[in-house]
């Protein structure tokens, strides 16, 4: 451990804050979600290069693509939230990782934008292809789900650090005032529950078996999974990111819940895209012949 932290460990001490001192487990699981990141950022790029094909059409390339750079965000929010880096620079301001970085930016756009897909897929189902409901009111939906998050972030940063949540120094943690612990839990259920309305929606309308509805279905519950994981985890032992083993296995849950549910409704289309691409050139080779 570094000098810096082994001080920061201390001064917790003396402020009556157990800390787990930030070390190398901090650092291989943040590198091995980083990795993690990295090839889903390759996932993306193919997807967008072949975003007619007919299969990842069908999934909105351009909201999942968003999604990705929400998850991003989200998986800086989360690190930093859950203190496994030390906070420096603006790392030091809570309402813009925990507000900003975690939940505004990060989950609550991952939210909105999964929305906007089943949305678009609710309507499809209805007999109404995206462009028969407007590319415009696609993106009016998507802008007004955002822009209702964006409200949230703006309204909790005018408001008194006293009031909301406020960086302590010395033990370099942040510190939550007032009911605004149960605030943040309540938006972000909030959130979430628009997504379920919406592919609870997508489902009922859809055929029985239907490949796409059961992808947003399956979605839906690994996040809920993590939501509620985290809920309990978060009542229970309010100061858990202070246990090395907590803060691992709490980011670790939503991250990987994260990735789940963009590859439950990605990953399909994507492999059957792949899968076609390589039988068109393997036919292609044999016209050679």
Same mark, same amino acid.
């Given at each position: 451990?570094?000098?810096?932290? $082994?001080?920061?460990?201390? !001064?917790?001490?003396?402020?009556?804050?157990?800390?787990?001192?930030?070390?190398?487990?901090?650092?291989?699981?943040?590198?091995?979600?980083?990795?993690?990141?990295?090839?889903?950022?390759?996932?993306?790029?193919?997807?967008?290069?072949?975003?007619?094909?007919?299969?990842?059409?069908?999934?909105?390339?351009?909201?999942?693509?968003?999604?990705?750079?929400?998850?991003?965000?989200?998986?800086?929010?989360?690190?930093?939230?859950?203190? !496994?880096?030390?906070?420096?620079?603006?790392?030091?301001?809570?309402?813009?990782?925990?507000?900003?970085?975690?939940?505004?930016?990060?989950? !609550?756009?991952?939210?909105?934008?999964?929305?906007?897909?089943?949305?678009?897929?609710?309507?499809?189902?209805?007999? $109404?292809?995206?462009?028969?409901?407007?590319? %415009?009111?696609?993106?009016?939906?998507?802008?007004?789900?955002?822009?209702?998050?964006?409200?949230?972030?703006?309204?909790?940063?005018?408001?008194?650090?006293?009031?909301?949540?406020?960086?302590?120094?010395?033990?370099?943690?942040? =510190?939550?005032?007032?009911?605004?612990?149960?605030?943040?839990?309540?938006?972000? %259920?909030?959130?979430?529950?628009?997504?379920?309305?919406?592919?609870?929606?997508?489902?009922?309308?859809?055929?029985?078996?239907?490949?796409?509805? $059961?992808?947003?279905?399956?979605?839906?519950?690994?996040?809920?999974?993590?939501?509620?994981?985290?809920?309990?985890?978060?009542?229970?032992?309010?100061?858990?990111?202070?246990?090395?083993? %907590?803060?691992?296995?709490?980011?670790?849950?939503? =991250?990987?819940?994260?990735?789940?549910? %963009?590859?439950?409704? !990605?990953?399909?289309?994507?492999?059957?895209?792949?899968?076609?691409?390589?039988?068109?050139?393997?036919?292609?080779?044999?016209?050679? $012949?």
């Amino acid at each position: 451990y570094t000098d810096q932290e $082994k001080l920061r460990v201390a !001064m917790a001490g003396l402020l009556g804050v157990k800390l787990d001192p930030i070390g190398h487990t901090d650092l291989a699981v943040i590198a091995l979600l980083a990795a993690l990141h990295v090839l889903q950022l390759c996932a993306t790029t193919y997807v967008l290069l072949h975003r007619r094909h007919a299969r990842i059409r069908s999934r909105s390339p351009t909201l999942l693509a968003l999604t990705h750079l929400a998850g991003i965000v989200y998986f800086i929010g989360d690190v930093a939230t859950h203190e !496994m880096v030390h906070p420096v620079g603006v790392l030091k301001n809570c309402v813009l990782v925990i507000v900003w970085l975690r939940s505004v930016l990060g989950l !609550m756009a991952t939210y909105s934008l999964l929305t906007t897909h089943a949305a678009v897929v609710f309507f499809r189902y209805r007999r $109404k292809s995206p462009q028969e409901l407007g590319t %415009w009111a696609i993106v009016a939906f998507a802008m007004l789900a955002m822009a209702a998050n964006l409200a949230v972030g703006v309204t909790v940063s005018l408001l008194s650090k006293d009031r909301t949540v406020s960086f302590v120094p010395g033990a370099e943690v942040c =510190q939550f005032h007032g009911g605004f612990k149960t605030a943040v839990v309540v938006l972000a %259920w909030t959130c979430f529950m628009g997504l379920l309305v919406s592919c609870a929606a997508a489902n009922m309308m859809a055929e029985r078996g239907d490949g796409e509805a $059961k992808e947003l279905a399956r979605a839906c519950i690994v996040l809920a999974v993590a939501m509620v994981v985290h809920t309990v985890v978060f009542y229970k032992k309010p100061r858990y990111p202070a246990s090395l083993a %907590w803060r691992v296995a709490i980011v670790s849950c939503d =991250q990987a819940a994260w990735f789940a549910a %963009w590859w439950l409704v !990605m990953g399909p289309a994507l492999a059957r895209c792949v899968r076609d691409k390589r039988a068109a050139r393997r036919g292609l080779l044999g016209v050679g $012949k």
